[in-house]
């Protein structure tokens, strides 16, 4: 990722077995990651029952945020493409109980189909 991706929030992909130490007491047995993007020091990470959102704060990053979203709890979402002029895509998840979405600018490049068919597996089940 580019430190310019990163200081516009633009998401790149993150190997899934590459969280498993910072994930370790988040995930409950038999949860395994499917998909997960960074954005700067963020993640959404997809598994098959939930979205974890990793919110790291802090200039040192020591504080981090774990916000769990079950896939019961999202009323819709959206994935908007990038385009031939427009280099970059977009997430929005509504999530029950709030009036904005969660949204999230993805790089060109980004597994666009990969976030919307994690996201449709977990609520259409």
């Known amino acids: 990722m580019g430190l310019l991706d990163g200081l516009f929030g ?52 020591s504080k981090i945020e774990f916000t769990s979203v079950p896939y019961r709890a999202v009323v819709r979402f959206s994935v908007e493409t990038a385009g031939t002029f427009d280099l970059d895509a977009e997430l929005k998840i509504w999530v029950s109980g709030t009036g904005e979405p969660l949204t999230r600018t993805l790089k060109k490049g980004t597994d666009v189909r990969g976030i919307q068919r994690a996201l449709a597996e977990g609520v259409l089940r």
Do not use: K, N, Y
Request: aromatic share 6%; net charge negative; glycine share 10%.
């Open 10 to 61: 633009h998401g790149s992909a993150v190997d899934a077995a590459s969280l498993r130490d910072r994930l370790d007491g988040v995930l409950i047995e038999g949860e395994s990651v499917r998909l997960a993007f960074r954005i700067i020091r963020d993640l959404f990470v997809f598994t098959e029952r939930r979205l974890i959102l990793v919110d790291v704060q802090g200039v040192t990053g």
